[in-house]
């Protein structure tokens, strides 16, 4: 299972533009984002799910110029969406290139209002005040199959946990340091633990002291949490979605548990009002065990995608990998205003004059 999708949602796309350009000779660089790429790593047992739930459902090729239905490369100046077939090496009249670029100001025309009607509006990319809400699972299920390092050495789980929430708060705090925190904690309810702070010391305390309150939890009421923050967060009122919000609100749920499904007891209604505040953002770190016949952990991440309809949120799993754990608990660093929506990001690093 990779993050939110399992495969960039262009993958089958690539591939077949790859097996059609063999024909023709064509090169054509495909720079694709895999948003689960692990290395042969024993410890590695994140879940690869390929849900298709973020996939386009439009995958198909629009006719070439010369009304053939085969695939061409493109230019990396040719202005348009890399779906549309055109042929590099056709010479255009001048009557064709104006044809040429009206479609492309078409398309992204639509482009643009179809992200307006899939995601909400656009806010001002600005680096505002976060109120972030850490909700930790405090389930003795989290601690029931250890992390593993390298040397085979067992790690409890929520003790890692806790320490990279150390690493996140310090630095979410060293970039600004207006950034507020606060604590809840997740049994077979969520609680109100720690009201909000920009002191990430105190924070920071108060969640190592989570550890004397574990205990065995057969279900967990999802909407629980947001009838928790229904009565301790006030999302921020703009009269202007042009302007800068004074805060936004983001709740990073860390959710441990294999065999326990997260249901919905009372009605969606609040949480409805949350998730389609476009000044409210639901991110989920979801650690499990090795997927396995007796556990459902498959059942749980889809509950978590259901809940992202304005595909805004940023939801990672990993299994009990040390070094994917650290890894992704650092994508969440980036502020929800200016990061690019999940399916888009890039995290490889390009080391070759080619890919530069």
């Known amino acids: 299972m990779s993050e939110k999708s399992g495969t960039n949602p262009f993958l089958a796309l690539v591939k077949e533009e790859k097996n059609l350009q063999r024909s023709s000779d064509l090169s054509v660089k495909s720079n694709i984002n895999e948003r689960s790429k692990d290395g042969d790593d024993p410890t590695n047992e994140n879940v690869e799910y390929s849900t298709a739930i973020r996939d386009s459902p439009n995958k198909s ?65 600005v680096n505002c005040k976060e109120k972030i809400v850490i909700c930790f699972d405090l389930s003795s299920e989290v601690d ?73 939890c057969d279900e967990f009421d999802m909407s629980s949490l947001f009838e928790t923050l229904h009565e301790n ?53 979801y650690i499990h065990e090795a997927p396995a016949e007796e556990n459902k952990c498959k ?9 992202d309809e304005m595909n805004r949120a940023y939801i990672n799993e990993v299994g009990k990998n040390i070094t994917q754990l650290h890894d992704k608990m650092a994508m969440f660093l980036a502020h929800p205003l200016q990061r690019p929506y999940q399916q888009h990001c890039q995290y490889t690093v390009k080391d070759t004059p080619e890919e530069l």
């Open 61 to 125: 090729l629009g006719p070439s110029k010369s009304g053939s239905t085969e695939a061409h490369g493109l230019t990396e100046t040719s202005g348009l969406n890399p779906f549309l077939a055109v042929d590099p090496g056709l010479e255009l009249t001048e009557d064709d290139s104006a044809q040429v670029t009206a479609a492309s100001a078409q398309q992204k025309a639509e482009e643009s209002k179809e992200v307006e009607l899939s995601f909400g509006p656009q806010l001002p990319k």
């Open 144 to 216: 029931n199959v250890p992390f593993v390092g390298r040397d085979g050495t067992p790690f409890n789980s929520s003790s890692l946990i806790q320490n990279v929430l150390h690493i996140f708060i310090q630095t979410k705090n060293a970039i600004n340091a207006n950034h507020e925190f606060a604590l809840v904690v997740l049994q077979e309810r969520a609680i109100w633990y720690q009201d909000f702070t920009n002191d990430c010391s105190e924070v920071i305390d108060d969640l190592y002291d989570l550890n004397a309150e574990k205990q065995d």
């Open 233 to 285: 967060v006030t999302l921020p009122t703009v009269e202007n979605e042009l302007l800068p919000p004074p805060y936004i609100v983001r709740t990073i749920m860390i959710y441990g548990r294999s065999k326990c499904i997260p249901t919905f007891v009372a009605n969606k209604e609040i949480c409805q009002y949350f998730l389609k505040s476009p000044y409210f953002f639901m991110d989920v770190f």
């Open 299 to 307: 059942e749980v991440y889809d509950v978590f995608l259901d809940m």
